[in-house]
């Protein structure tokens, strides 16, 4: 993460408040990607840059003010042509004309939905663009496999709740609030949010090593997330972790992944998942090689509860 600090005269035009902090990071990854579920164009080039930008304030009385953005662009995503048409009353530049985007929904490259905060202590109220009591809740992402993540079946909540969208609006297009709370080995984390009125927490507890955590969600659509459990530590030289979910009418979702060192600047992750979703076992294997100054490469191979295959292999590097 790179931090820059601009005078308070460049950025706000009150006497007297502090200068802000603005720090700016994220990575850049390029490779090549496989599936076999794309029959007659398996290999494709995949890549993504992530500028991730961090700007907060802090009042005299010690609370911090501060907001999240992203600028994200995927090989994958579609630019977005905005026209606008004359409405009924035929004259441009009424209330009545009409925007129109091309393809429909968020461009491929631009600015997602901000997340704002107010901190103090181990305590903190998130609204717009929140995390998600579920998606930040320690085991559901034990891995990060391969370059790309290749299916993220490993994530046993399974994507079924509020999370931050690198690039779209997330739960700030639906008026996402969330609170979180951490004192010693513990913490708590609520959310809430319009999208299928969905309320999450979930409390996690360090102890000898080793991470519990539990989570719950209550919402309006049959196929969130109802319950979550997982359970992470070091065992010898690996640290593994066991995640389940009970997904609505998903069904139950299990995972055990591990990492492991093979050399030292190189790990292994492994993972294998079982979900009454898929119709077979899913698995994967990666390495992850540093090359130094945040620099890696890294590759992995994935049988997806589909029946799908997916393999990866390229450079990532963080700044």
């Known amino acids: 993460m790179k931090k820059v600090l601009f005078a ?8 007297g408040v502090a200068a802000a902090d603005v720090t700016f990071g994220g990575y850049g990854r390029f490779g090549i990607l496989y599936n076999d579920a794309n029959v007659g164009n398996e290999t494709n080039v ?9 700007a907060t304030a802090e009042s005299d009385a010690g609370v911090t003010f501060g907001a999240r953005a992203r600028i994200q662009q995927n090989n994958t995503d579609n630019s977005t042509t905005i026209g606008i048409s004359d ?21 491929g490259t ?17 609204v717009g663009n929140i995390f998600g009591a579920l998606e930040f809740m320690p085991g559901m992402y034990p891995i990060d496999l391969g370059l790309t993540g290749l299916g993220y079946e490993y994530t046993a909540y399974a994507f079924n ?9 997330g739960a700030a297009g639906s008026n996402g609030v969330e609170v979180m709370y951490s ?20 409390a996690a507890y360090t102890f000898s090593g080793w991470t519990v955590a539990v989570g719950v969600q209550d919402s309006d659509d049959a196929g969130d997330t109802e319950a979550a459990f997982s359970v992470g530590g070091s065992i010898g030289i690996a640290d593994v972790t066991l995640a389940y979910a009970d997904n609505g009418t998903d069904g139950d979702h299990v995972v055990l992944a591990g990492r492991f060192d093979v050399g030292a600047a190189t790990n292994v992750e492994v993972y294998v998942a079982d979900a009454d979703k898929f119709a077979d076992t899913s698995y994967g294997v990666d390495f992850n090689h ?19 295959t997916r393999a990866d292999l390229g450079v990532r590097f963080n700044f």
Request: glycine share 20%.
């Open 46 to 54: 995949t890549s993504r840059f992530r500028l991730q930008i961090d």
């Open 110 to 126: 631009g600015i997602n939905g901000v997340r704002f905060f107010a901190r103090t202590g181990g305590f903190e109220v998130g």
């Open 8 to 15: 308070t005269t460049a950025l706000v035009a009150t006497a």
């Open 161 to 169: 709740g509020d999370a931050y969208s690198s690039g779209g609006n």
């Open 290 to 308: 540093s090359l130094g100054g945040g620099t890696s490469i890294r590759g992995g191979v994935a049988s997806l509860g589909g029946g799908s």
């Open 87 to 107: 409405g009924a009353d035929g004259i441009a530049g009424t209330a009545d004309d009409i925007v129109t985007a091309t393809p429909a929904g968020p461009a």
């Open 183 to 202: 004192a010693g080995d513990l913490s708590v984390h609520v959310s809430a949010s319009d999208t299928s009125n969905r309320i999450a927490a979930h």
